[in-house]
């Protein structure tokens, strides 16, 4: 039976505070979980010795138990610095193969600025974009997102070679920003167009992990949307390396044995790594491969102990504790940890009784390794690849073996301490259903950081997804990076277990829609391959779409109806702007570990001269004036026609834009491109206007270069300013007169 409404009595007072504290209590427990809130690793970018292919390559040195150190370090600073003789202990290292190559143009970066720039920014350019690449997000796609950066880095190498013998008078403003260590962080952020955080960080050895530490919090706070994160150390110059010898910190016998009898110091090693970071609900929500979950992580510092760069025992169990408890597990529950592991006679015990406190009291022995064995000690980059080793060993659900050479240490507590050094490869068996590990990384500026980690699985991995006909999109900046690409693309589809739509939605949503362009319909992955194949080799290929485009970006506004496979191949290739997003909207697809893009590499550095200090010139610093130059644009004007005016300031233009950028006036110059893409910044636009305007006679607006753009518009405008009489230029300051010249 239905009664009528009747009337409600108020609440009391107390009962109104109690609902207030209930829900006051409830959005505690949302910002607290908020704040201590698993965050997703999706991505990563890797280049490390012997394994500078990505994280694949990685993994195979991890496998296999290769060990990248060789007795290169002399022959590599013969290289960059000239030394011949380094102290026997100093020249044992783990390398990376031609660090002085970078593709400076696919990041709008110009020749005569990549050669100032330290080539650790420019591997962290590089890495970057692998590890966006890797987790299945376009690069493009976070431009004035809320993306943030963090950047583990410490050494000065090219910064020192510049400044040696003379040559002070070889520096120009990029200099300066191209070895500031702010940069490296702020470099990428700029390329990349974010607004999030981008922080540069310098805590020695620990570097790189104190990175995604504060990435994961802020990300935690909500103080950025997702994060890069990492670390990069190159060894350029010799003088860390002596300094470490003389100190007897680097190994007599050229190994890196953590926790083993022939420990004798550590190697040193060159490396960069990127992890991709997002809130796990974030990662969820955009379908992202979640390759596995940080729990939580801490950093702190040693405080006093018996020395400046000496280790504290009871500070590293302290960071193990607060770590474990901002994670929400025990340490029993803990498989395995990725130990800072140096191999030093002292560092290698004390860090094994702070493990063995903090894990006594287990079951079964806790599992440990170091990654330095078999890469050397990678510095400010040593704690991102211990991570990502550890994110690999989770993937792959083993275990990989320690390198051993002889005994373990003897100085190490073994029948006593909690712990082991597994020589050979074994799986990662769960504990309580859960595949948990830790890394630490320790600075010898005493800072210190711990993350806990958590294996990654979903029953959405599991399922099937359909397949039918559908569009791989491929681009690059260039025709020879594209052919590259096609090629990989040929070779990954014979061997990948990935689904043919998943592969195919990652392609078109997760990767940078670049200039050339190639786009295949096939109904699978063996049918693709066979038409990348027949393409490769010039035979005629049904259903392969090739186009070029002049627009980089790839817009998300345009046509959402459903169109044919074929139609949406066509409209990429020619640059037609499609949603592509909306295309794969509801089906529930994953993003696909696709290959990753080829950059064309070529050599940059600094010009290096060798001169007699005492002769060596006085060098004016600071200086504006515009260096003088041999062609007058107003005497290659003279006598010449109407027709044949505008030709010739487009080449006096190509020339002189092509000595600010140092770059090949034939090969890389087009009058239509806008400068700012090919690396013009305002420094050089500048530079440029003080050259034109000395040779014009036409006095230029200061932003000149950034109001007429392309060679095409600074053309028209400097002949429109010129005038009919080529012998005397027009007298006429600049106007909104000429903002609207026909082009």
């Known amino acids: 039976m239905n009664y009528p409404d009747q009337p409600r009595e108020p609440l009391s007072p107390v009962k109104l505070a109690f609902l207030k504290l209930q829900e006051a209590e409830a959005r505690i427990r949302e910002l607290e979980a908020e704040q201590s809130g698993p965050i997703a690793i999706v991505g990563i ?24 150190i060789s007795d290169g370090m002399q022959d590599r600073l013969r290289t960059t610095d000239g030394v011949v003789q380094l102290p026997d202990s100093a020249r044992g290292a783990a ?40 987790a299945g997000i376009d690069p493009f796609s976070l431009y004035q997102t809320r993306a943030g950066v963090y950047i583990g880095i410490t050494s000065h190498d090219y910064a020192q070679l510049q400044t040696r ?7 120009h403003p990029h200099s300066a920003v191209g070895v500031a260590s702010s940069i490296a962080a702020g470099r990428i952020a700029y390329t990349l167009g974010l607004h999030g955080p981008a922080i540069s960080i310098d805590t020695a050895c620990s570097s790189s992990l104190v990175a995604v530490h504060l990435a994961s919090e802020a990300l935690r706070r909500q103080e950025c949307s997702m ?29 890196c044995a953590p926790f083993l009898s022939s420990a004798d110091g550590f190697v040193r090693g060159e490396g960069c790594g990127i992890v991709v970071l997002k809130r796990l609900k974030d990662s ?36 193990l504790r607060e770590a474990h408890r901002r994670a929400g597990i025990a340490p029993e529950e803990v498989r395995y940890v990725e130990a800072h592991g140096t191999g030093t006679k002292l560092g290698d015990p004390v860090e094994s009784e702070a493990l063995g406190a903090v894990f006594a009291g287990r079951s079964e022995k806790l599992a440990i390794g170091s990654v330095k064995a078999n890469v050397g000690h990678l510095e400010a980059a040593a704690g991102v690849a211990g991570l990502i080793k550890l994110v690999l060993s989770l993937v792959h659900g083993e275990i990989p073996g320690q390198l051993m050479r002889r005994g373990l240490s003897e100085y190490i507590r073994w029948d006593e301490l909690p712990l082991e050094l597994p020589a050979e490869t074994s799986a990662w068996m769960p504990i309580a259903g859960r595949r948990i590990g830790g890394v630490s990384s320790f600075g010898f500026s005493g800072t210190n950081a711990h ?45 990948t277990t990935w689904n043919w739509s998943e592969i195919c939605h990652t392609a078109s949503v997760g990767r940078a829609a670049l200039a050339e362009r190639l786009a295949v319909v096939a109904g699978s992955r063996d049918e693709a391959a066979e038409k990348l194949s027949d393409w490769l080799s010039g035979k ?18 345009g046509q959402t109806d459903e169109l044919t496979p074929e139609a949406f191949a066509e409209l990429f290739a020619q640059g037609g702007d499609v949603n592509w997003k909306r295309r794969g909207a509801g089906k529930g697809l994953r993003r696909a570990e696709l290959p990753i893009y080829p950059f064309e590499r070529e050599r940059y550095w600094f010009k290096e001269r060798s001169l007699d200090r005492e002769e060596a010139p006085m060098i004016s610093l600071g200086s504006t004036e515009a260096k003088p130059h041999l062609e007058d644009l107003r005497f290659l004007l003279t006598d010449a026609s109407d027709e044949e005016r505008l030709g010739i300031i487009r080449n006096f233009l190509r020339g002189e834009i092509a000595k600010v950028l140092e770059m090949n006036v034939s090969a890389e110059l087009r009058e239509d491109k806008p400068l700012a893409e090919m690396g013009m910044d305002s420094l050089m636009a500048l ?39 080529q012998k005397e230029p027009r007298s006429l300051t600049h106007s909104a007169d000429y903002e609207d010249i026909a082009l």
């Not at 013998?165 to 520096?171: A, D």
């Not at 090739?546 to 790839?554: I, L, T």
């Open 165 to 171: 013998g003379g040559n002070l008078k070889e520096l």
């Open 451 to 495: 993350v806990v980690v958590e294996g990654w699985s979903s029953e959405e991995d599991q399922r099937e997804v359909p397949e039918g006909s559908d569009v791989l999109m491929i681009s690059a900046r260039t025709e020879g990076s594209l052919r590259r690409l096609a090629e990989k693309y040929s070779m990954y589809l014979r061997e």
């Open 95 to 134: 390398l990376l193969k031609q660090v002085d190559l970078f593709d400076p143009q696919h990041f709008g970066i110009s020749p005569r600025e990549a050669a100032a720039m330290d080539p650790q920014q420019r591997l962290l350019l590089e890495v970057s974009w692998e590890a966006l690449e890797h």
């Open 540 to 557: 005629a290929a049904n259903g392969v779409y090739r186009g070029h485009v002049k627009a980089a970006r790839r817009g998300n506004q």
């Open 284 to 319: 969820e929500a955009a379908g992202d491969r979640i390759l596995a979950v940080i729990l939580g992580s801490a950093v702190n510092q040693d405080g006093p102990s018996s020395g400046l760069t000496a280790p504290n025992g009871l500070a590293q169990q302290a960071l």
């Open 687 to 725: 530079e440029l206007k003080h050259s034109v305007q000395q040779s014009s006679g036409v006095m230029l607006p200061a932003n000149f270069m950034f109001e007429y753009p392309t060679i095409q518009q600074a053309a028209a405008y400097l002949n429109a300013m010129i005038g009919s009489n």
């Open 227 to 255: 994060a890069l994160a990492g670390g990069v150390n190159l060894i350029l110059a010799p003088e860390a390396s002596v300094a470490f010898a003389q100190a007897g910190m680097l190994s007599a016998s050229g190994t």
């Open 45 to 68: 970018g890797c280049r490390f010795p012997d394994a500078e292919e990505g994280p694949d390559s990685y993994w195979r040195l991890l496998s296999d138990r290769h060990c990248a």
